[in-house]
């Protein structure tokens, strides 16, 4: 899939996190609130995992936020990563798994 805009691909990286599925609509409304610190997206509704694109410049200031999020609900954040192609997938992969 074409990438949708010319940012170079390491100027941000990717943190996915797991929440209860109930919670995605609360995670994405606040990270939403603070403008311009992560795009988010819901990458697999089901299994409650949710996708930040974060600004490296910005990436300290966003996991003071994860950290604060943490304390309101339960969450599981994957390593941070650059964009790879599955960023634009519809069939999402995810690094979770209850082994």
């Known amino acids: 899939m074409k990438r949708w805009n010319d940012y170079p691909e390491d100027a941000?990286?990717?943190y996915e996190v797991q929440v209860d599925p109930r919670?995605?609509?609360?995670?994405c409304c606040t990270t939403e609130a603070y403008e311009?610190?992560?795009v988010v997206r819901t990458k697999d509704e089901k299994l409650g995992?949710?996708?930040?694109w974060v600004p490296v410049p910005l990436r300290s200031e966003f996991e003071e936020f994860l950290d604060?999020?943490?304390?309101?609900?339960?969450?599981?954040?994957?390593a941070p990563r650059h964009h790879d192609d599955s960023d634009?997938?519809?069939n999402p992969n995810t690094?979770?798994?209850d082994d």
């Open 49 to 52: 995992i949710v996708q930040f």
């Open 23 to 27: 919670q995605i609509h609360y995670v």
């Open 12 to 14: 941000e990286l990717v």
């Open 95 to 97: 690094p979770f798994h």
């Open 88 to 90: 634009y997938d519809v």
């Open 68 to 78: 604060h999020l943490g304390k309101e609900i339960a969450l599981r954040v994957a």
């Open 36 to 38: 311009g610190l992560a």
